[in-house]
Nanobody
Framework: QVQLVESGGGLVQAGDSLRLSCAAS????????MGWFRRAPGKEREFVAA????????DSADSVKGRFTISRDNAKNTVYLQMNSLKPEDTAVYYC????????????????WGQGTQVTVSS
């Protein structure tokens, strides 16, 4: 069973940057592709970014391309989401997720989820 704990959220102004971290335990981290998702008030949860097991492949939503970067450090069992040029519409609870995968595959479904960290961007 993999446990995921997010950190790094907070209240920032539009144009600021934040880096979210997600620490994993309870499994072999390098066996899992990792992802970030978010849920804004009154909206469905949406995909933000994902990264393959080795970090060689990434994917991100069009809404964050060029502003957010996902990365991982398998030695530290941690995945990151660097968020730059934040906008008020990025306000949401951000969730880290993990899913077993093969090679550079990024799965469609993630079996393990963190509790989330709040990001609020003021205008």
């Amino acid at each position: 069973q993999v446990q995921l704990v997010e950190s790094g959220g907070g209240l920032v102004q539009a144009g600021d940057s934040l880096r979210l971290s997600c620490a994993a335990s309870g499994g072999t981290f390098s066996n899992y592709a990792m992802g970030w998702f978010r849920r804004a008030p009154g909206k469905e949860r949406e995909f933000v970014a994902a990264i393959s097991r080795s970090g060689g492949r990434t994917d991100s939503a069009d809404s964050v391309k060029g502003r957010f970067t996902i990365s991982r450090d398998n030695a530290k069992n941690t995945v990151y989401l660097q968020m730059n040029s934040l906008k008020p519409e990025d306000t949401a609870v951000y969730y880290c997720a993990g899913g077993r995968s093969r090679g550079s595959e990024i799965p469609k479904d993630f079996a393990y989820w963190g509790q989330g960290t709040q990001v609020t961007v003021s205008s």
